[in-house]
């Protein structure tokens, strides 16, 4: 009995490290497929077909869940992450795009730009809960504050981000920034958002207290996909027309790095210990990997056609 309990426990232990390897979801907007890496060996495992033109991406906190934007049928996918099924599909709107899940994983925001609102799904119930009109024209990137309170979206057809409290399910105010804001994220303490604006090519911090700019950084040509460091000391911006991933010292407001990568990086994603940023690029259809220690490109992965971001559990 105590040697089949042995094999039995030396099996979960195998189990635990291979469900614990980090996996980086993919959706290739022009092909209606998600490619599945493998986060460490950047190995290629598998492809899920979605249909349409899947785009924005998240993962729920404890990997099980996949949720994707699909732009043709206006909805929200809901994958089962170890079997791949469909598990259920959700309304949203014409035309949604990027996705953003609350820390915890209880709500999800969906930006819908035919409409400028933005959606809140309750992941429990699998509903929407809330539709809530913005001011800005053709928001595109949602993003949750750390402690789930503020929700900001940019708008791409403007110089605006629209602050939404999320509890009162409404808009309270917004922040002039510079054109076409399109990616955003917080620091951890939630004090401070950075927001990539693309036809500035430069990010915007914005102080949350004031609710006002505090300072521009200059970035790479035509700077959209943003993603903060675990650790909030520096913040990684992808470029579009640069080919390029810029990377910004939080603390000392500047850029200290600017990494090539594939044309038209979009959106990105760190890896849970940060050691390795993903980067979408939509037009060589490739994701590049960073590996953050050196600030130096390690590999190109071979996707879908036209990756729009990156989500990893």
Known sequence: MKKILLLIAAALAACAT??????AWVPNEKSGTVTIVDATSDRVTGELRTGGKPRGIAVSPDGRTLYISEQQSGSLLVFDTATRALRGRVVLGPSPEGIE????????AAAIEDENVVVLVDTVRGAVAARIPVEGKNPEHT???PDGHWLLT???????VDIIDVDARREVAHVMVGRRPRGIAFTPDGKRAFVACELDSTVDVIDMATRRVERTIPGGPFSNGVVMGPRGERVYVSNGRGASVSVVDVARGAVIATIPVGQRPWNMDLTPDG???????GRSNTVSVIDTATLTRVADIPVGAAPWGVAIR
Not at 154 to 160: S, V
Request: net charge positive; hydrophobic share 40%.
């Open 101 to 108: 899940l609350s820390r915890d994983g209880r709500w999800l």
């Open 143 to 145: 993003a949750f504050s």
């Open 275 to 281: 050691a390795r940023l993903f980067v979408a690029n």
């Open 154 to 160: 940019g708008a791409e057809d403007g110089t605006q």
């Open 18 to 23: 291979i469900t614990s390897r980090p996996v």
